[in-house]
């Protein structure tokens, strides 16, 4: 168990609506990072947030949002959403302080998202 | 540029033997770090083990190594004594310490390792 919560575990929806996922991060780690994982793609960075200010975009959509609250639980939010959305979304957090390099991420479970 | 390379899509090893999944880099910052990461069919991401960029001695962690060899950018993950369970996804993958890239970790596109019986 690597300690990250994220919900839910499988997401099926329409195309065209919006969902939320959520994620709480290991006791003690400020950094929360958002990954899309797809067949075509791999594992694509999106976003990552510190203590609660955004930190580093990466390949993320303009339809995509994220943000990260006081409690440092974090919640990546998807709208607008097409067939191709359709992946495994993961978050992962870290230790180590703002500029670590040498902590692992240690990501949660994933939430499959499915769009039909 | 591919910042790291993972040339193998596919391995298969005999249960109880050794076996080498590959990984190069490509970073022109000092400080960095190599990680390794398991996904099984089930889907997690498990960490496995670590390396710094100013890490003398290649990491180990039970039975998995990794073969660091710095001049030629390589990070490749040993797994000795291939168990039926280590059959999974496994990626290379790498944070750099400058921060131009924000910390984040930037993957391989992975290595299917298939243990036979």
């Known amino acids: 168990d690597s300690g990250v919560t994220q919900t839910p575990k499988h997401l099926i929806t329409a195309t065209g609506q919006r969902v939320t996922l959520r994620c709480s991060p290991r006791?003690?780690?400020?950094?929360v990072y958002w990954y899309q994982q797809s067949l075509d793609q791999g594992l694509q960075f999106l976003i990552q947030?510190?203590?609660?200010?955004?930190?580093a975009k990466g390949n993320i959509l303009e339809r995509f949002s994220a943000q990260q609250f006081p409690d440092l639980h974090s919640e990546l939010n998807l709208s607008s959403l097409e067939l191709g959305d359709s992946a495994l979304y993961f978050c992962?957090?870290?230790?180590?302080?703002?500029?670590?390099?040498?902590?692992?991420?240690?990501f949660g479970n994933g939430t499959r998202l499915t769009v039909t | 540029a591919q910042k790291i390379t993972q040339t193998q899509p596919g391995m298969f090893v005999q249960e109880k033997e050794a076996v080498t999944l590959d990984c190069t880099y490509d970073?022109?910052?000092?400080?960095?770090?190599l990680f390794w990461y398991k996904q099984p069919s089930s889907g997690e991401m498990i960490f496995l083990i670590y390396?710094?960029?100013?890490?003398?001695q290649n990491a180990t962690e039970g039975r998995y190594s990794l073969n660091f060899q710095k001049a030629r950018k390589s990070a490749n993950l040993v797994i000795s004594a291939s168990q039926l369970g280590d059959s999974a996804m496994y990626f290379c993958?790498?944070?750099?310490?400058?921060?131009?890239?924000?910390?984040?970790?930037?993957f391989g596109k992975g290595t299917l390792l298939t243990v036979n019986p």
């Open positions: 947030y510190y203590n609660g200010e955004e930190r």
């Open positions: 006791s003690g780690d400020l950094s």
């Open positions: 970073t022109s910052d000092p400080s960095y770090g």
């Open positions: 390396q710094g960029s100013y890490d003398q």
């Open positions: 993958a790498m944070r750099e310490g400058s921060g131009g890239s924000n910390y984040k970790l930037t």
């Open positions: 992962a957090s870290s230790g180590g302080g703002e500029y670590s390099y040498n902590s692992p991420l240690h």
